[in-house]
């Protein structure tokens, strides 16, 4: 009895997700797509982590070495590799990421990750590190000291962590020291990306945008592009025609389909979902071997040898279920007919594979 309420408890929470995700609500223009000249630029370095309290980088580890042999060399200092220690630095890479809009001035998070084999970067300090664009040029400078969000400490016996201590951040660590050559405002027309490749999605925020700007500028090009050509009167306040369009409300559709987590049991149906007549069984079978060895002891003084002697016991149990008749053009009906059969979450991801191929379930099944 408390199986069936637990289950009866499971389905009513799917429902819930299916009700939230069959409501097809209307959302901003921006929460679904991204206009051309609005995106970040990837910056990467490689730089030294200095100030380490023994966790460093190994003596083995030469590109270190090399490294900090090079930065005393540009500063005048002139050393022997083989006597560095690098036990209190490590070498690491240093990553941002740069908006279209930053200019000179401009501030940036990075995050430094270890490269070779420090065990922790807690306490360290960035020395100053280009970051460098996709075109090898140097967009950013980093310096700072590094918040790593954890710890780790240890002896010979045992040890102690919390979180990654190899990667840490620096909030505001870069200064942009060059721009990226592009101008928002200078574009004679604009690409809108949908985040959902869908038909009746595209056109509708095309037909949406005529509507709003009262002319045909708009034109869906494919299932995820939309084309905008600006309006004279918006030519370099682009800016200005954005700030209208990107809270245009839309009402998204979606091809249907079932997200199956088999590594959690998560089941997942969208809107549009159903199902062809069909019939439907699904039992399960078990099958328990246990090992539960006797061993025969002599007596005392009888010279016999202790013997172990295996007892193997197996169990064999099968479900014996009942055909259920499915036939649905919603997801309700779906879940009615599978509550039926007293589906598990682990039985549902079996069974909607065997309906997907029998031609029966009408909606895309994505396992992850």
Known sequence: MCGRSRMVGWWAALLFVVAAVGSASAARLKDLASFSGVRT??????GLVVGLSGT???????FTVQSMANMLESMGVKVNRAQLKPKNVAAVMVTARM???ARPGSRLDVTVSSLGDAQSLLGGVLLLTPLRGVDGQIYALSQGPLTVGGFSVGGEATTAAKNVVTVARIPGGAVVERPVPFQFNEQKEITIHLDAQDFSTAKQVADTINEVMAGPYALAQDAATVRLRIPERYQGNIVGLMAELENAEIRPDSRAR?????KTGTVVFGAGVSLSKVAVTHGNLQVVVSEQPQVSQPGAFSGGQTVVTPNTQVAVREDKRGITMM???SVQDLV???NAIGATPRDLISILRTLKAAGALHADLEVL
């Open 41 to 46: 630029n990837e910056l990467v370095g490689y």
């Open 258 to 262: 079932v997200v199956v987590d088999e």
């Open 327 to 329: 036939e649905g053009a």
């Open 336 to 338: 009615n007919g599978l």
């Open 99 to 101: 908006p279209a809009s």
């Open 56 to 62: 460093g980088d190994k003596s083995g580890s030469e």
